[in-house]
């Protein structure tokens, strides 16, 4: 074969492995973004969002997610528990002081109110003590009636309020076995007070409790 027959001839081969090579599935191409391309960073991929977190303080009435409230129900309760069983000691002597408040009380309320009827009895009683004449007659002045009022009145809100206060520091899981103790106190006091009170009504009676000077 000459050398221009063999230029004339065309190469089969290579007409051959372009024609297998074009069978096959030609690359994948991207489709093309025509959104023109952002200044910073990039665009989001498809079905992605965004939600912003929710601020309790400034929306106040936003929903609160299920397991967020359940961790704070969870975490009142469990405060409660420790406060219930932080001194048991102290929850056993303020509830057994507290109900001896308030026989106490009931008791200081009976005396008071029946202190007119018993006055001369009483007074009898402290004279044979003393050594000195007892009264004959006891006459309660005007004065006499409110004081016993304001007593029984004094008696039972003293002993709310030790019931109200020993409940709340025994819920914070506080000491509360002193303030039973502490009305108690203020209840004998308010007692001594309102005996002198009515004794003192009837000047008569209160001169004949001193001892006779020579």
Known sequence: MSQNE????PDHSGDAASTHGGAGNPPAVPPRDERPRPQYGEYAPEGWTWKPP????AVPDAPVEPA???QA????TAEGAVAATARPIDRMWSIALLVIGVFGAL???LVLFQLPATALESAKLSASMLGVDAPTEFTPGPVAPAAIIVGIALQLALWVGALLWSRARLRAGRSAWWIPLLAGVAAFVVMLIVGMIVFSS????L???SPARP
């Open 6 to 9: 063999a230029a004339r001839t």
């Open 54 to 57: 929710v601020d309790r303080v």
């Open 68 to 70: 967020a409230a359940g």
């Open 73 to 76: 129900t969870a975490s009142g």
């Open 107 to 109: 008791y200081n309320s």
């Open 202 to 205: 009837d000047p008569s009676f």
């Open 207 to 209: 001169q004949s409790l």
